[in-house]
């Protein structure tokens, strides 16, 4: 499908000759419907949180039950509506309601006005990157810039005639299609590599290879052979970063933050630099011979963990646990390990209830985890990169098939 769809776009010759100028009030009709939340069967909403950059499908809501909402949630949005989020503009927040729901008053409900426009033609416009450009220049405020309607509504554009309305309107669903399916690829291929890892490690499925093809047995492999550690034993340090404000340089040793470890790795774009004094002073710090593990231990990143593969030295700051294993354990291991949410709750629930959730020091080193010999440490980890590789692929496929969209939009608009 995805060939078929590439291959109409790249035979697409607009003649816009026969377009008009209309102005997206003239197509676009803003829903102000009040809801009273005291009486009404409506059960869900959504939140600004719910909407994602630059896709037009809602895939998280909230129930009523669920939190306390402010009074600007009143507005109510039916089956087919279009949401779109007017503060920070730039987001691109614009989504199709596949059910009926309740919304603050800082997201506008419209309809499409069919006499003049294709439903489905119109999310499409809403993406394109005049609109944007249009409401991030009629915006108001600085800290959290929002567009009034009656400035949107003036957004200029040339529609096409009714018949090549619908024959566009399908050729981008299309698209959408296919990215929808390659997201939907994606999903159950991380959630099949958090099953199966949780599985391998917990021993309660075997791990096998024959000619570079793995095989999986429901019977338990023998865990005599298996160690039950504690991580301070299985380290030979296990520390966190440095707790003071150290005197950041102009130039000299990165020292990072929790906002630098990322699921992918460790990122270096925004680090901030100590002197080299104060980096050999430092205990925590990762070397590039070491498969050091990084755990972020607070914050709204909590539990976060990568393996440092970065070539050149780093300081930590004090939101950063590091482990630096033992020859007992692969870096690489350790980190399936203490990855898995269950640990990371295990932890928490050990570390009691605060105004700010946290991962412990103390409780890290005395922690347990069952170890297997090196060599099927080897063998799923070995796995583990394969999955890994299809996921990186398939990532690569959406931002490829997103940037195929994103032009395609802005061709025709």
Not at 186 to 208: A, C, W, Y
């Amino acid at each position: 499908m995805n060939e078929i769809v590439v291959n109409d776009i790249r035979t697409l010759n607009l003649d816009k000759s026969t377009w008009k100028p209309v102005r997206f009030g003239e197509v676009a009709i803003q829903q102000k419907q009040s809801v009273d939340r005291d009486t009404t069967n409506i059960t869900r909403y959504i939140k600004g949180e719910h909407m994602k950059s630059e896709d037009l499908h809602l895939r998280n809501w909230g129930d009523l039950t669920d939190e306390y909402l402010g009074p600007a949630f009143v507005r109510r949005f039916e089956i087919g509506d279009i949401l779109y989020g007017s503060r920070r503009t730039y987001l691109k927040k614009v989504a199709i309601a596949h059910f009926e729901g309740i919304t603050s008053n800082t997201t506008f409900v419209i309809k499409a006005n069919e006499e003049v426009i294709d439903k489905n033609l119109l999310p499409f416009i809403m993406l394109s990157e005049g609109f944007t450009q249009h409401s991030i220049r009629n915006s108001k405020g600085s800290v959290n810039p929002y567009i009034n309607w009656k400035d949107l509504a003036k957004y200029e554009f040339l529609l096409p005639p009714k018949d090549q309305q619908a024959q566009l309107a399908e050729l981008l669903w299309a698209m959408d299609e296919v990215v929808k399916y390659e997201i939907e690829v994606l999903r159950k291929l991380i959630l099949k590599e958090k099953v199966t890892i949780e599985e391998l490690v917990s021993g309660k499925r075997t791990l096998d290879v024959t000619d570079e093809k793995f095989t999986f047995s429901e019977s338990k492999k023998s865990t005599n052979k298996w160690k039950l550690l504690s991580l301070e034993l299985l380290c030979e340090k296990v520390t966190d970063g440095e707790h003071l404000s150290p005197n950041f340089v102009g130039e000299g040793y990165p020292i990072l933050s929790a906002k630098d470890i990322q699921d992918d790795g460790v990122q270096m774009e925004n680090a901030k630099f100590i002197a080299k004094e104060a980096f050999q002073l430092s205990r925590r710090r990762c070397n590039p011979e070491y498969n050091d593990v990084l755990i972020v231990s607070r914050g709204a990143t909590i539990g976060r963990t990568t393996v440092n593969k970065i070539s050149e030295p780093f300081a930590l700051m004090g939101s950063v646990i590091l482990l630096k294993p033992k020859s007992t354990i692969l870096g690489d291991y350790l980190g399936l390990l203490v990855k898995r949410k269950s640990y990371q709750n295990r932890l928490l629930a050990i570390s009691g209830s605060t105004a700010q959730q946290a991962i412990y020091l103390a409780d890290i080193k005395k922690s347990k985890l069952a170890i297997p010999p090196i060599s099927y440490q080897k063998l799923i980890v070995k796995f583990v990169e394969k999955i890994s590789n299809s996921i990186y692929s398939i990532k690569t496929k959406i931002a490829s098939s997103k940037a195929l969209q994103k032009s395609l939009i802005n061709q025709i608009f």
